[in-house]
């Protein structure tokens, strides 16, 4: 490869851990220091799907749970155009969630594998290192009330929670667990620090596949 390509860094969590906080400040940071950055997030509700996956979210239609699942990683796949030409241009994508929530939501519900879930999202660009913000029940609980979405119970978290602990135990994922429980200028610096090494890292590699 002639140039230096972006990384692909995703920021995981249960909901509430801080993720969009620090997605944010990390694009901030990785500017002012001169480096090409830019956050996306998912679902990515401003396209014709991600409206269906909003109404879902906000309750507003009830859909079935297989078919939602794929919703979900639909609206990753359309983006795969955008975060190659991003990548390839040189700009590093900090992702707040990805294919992990996927899986991690959908088989916290009733009869669904981890290896069903899997597979819709198997070929999409795999991230060069994934944070993944790890808060316990009652520090979260702490932070306030959950909202009036779908999936906003802390029954359903922790289940999810249960669901992250197995994908983390995957090694062919560059997973970094941090405490999110810090401040948020002790995470922030975690993980900048982190990121920088990893985009230095994998300018001259190639963009790996999930
Ligand atoms: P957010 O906009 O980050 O608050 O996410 C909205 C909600 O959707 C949140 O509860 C997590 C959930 N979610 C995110 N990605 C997926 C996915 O791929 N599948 C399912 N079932 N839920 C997801
Ligand atoms: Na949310
Ligand atoms: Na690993």
Redesign the pocket.
Known sequence: MACRRGALIVLEGV?RAG??TQCQKLVQTLRMSGKSAEMI???D?STEIGEV?NAY?DKKSDLE?HT??LL??A??WEKVPYIRRRLEQGVTLIV??Y?F??????SA?PGFSLEWCKNSDIGLPKPDLVFFLQLDPFSAAQRGEFGA????TSDFQTAVQQRFDHLLLDASINWKVIDASQSIEDLHSQIRSYSEDVMELVARQPIGEL
């Not at 979405?149 to 906003?152: A, G, K, L």
């Open positions: 909901d993720k969009t997030r998912f679902p509700r996956i979210l749970d939602v699942h979900f990683s609206n990753r707040d969630r294919a929530s996927g899986v991690a939501f959908t519900k979405e779908r999936y906003e």
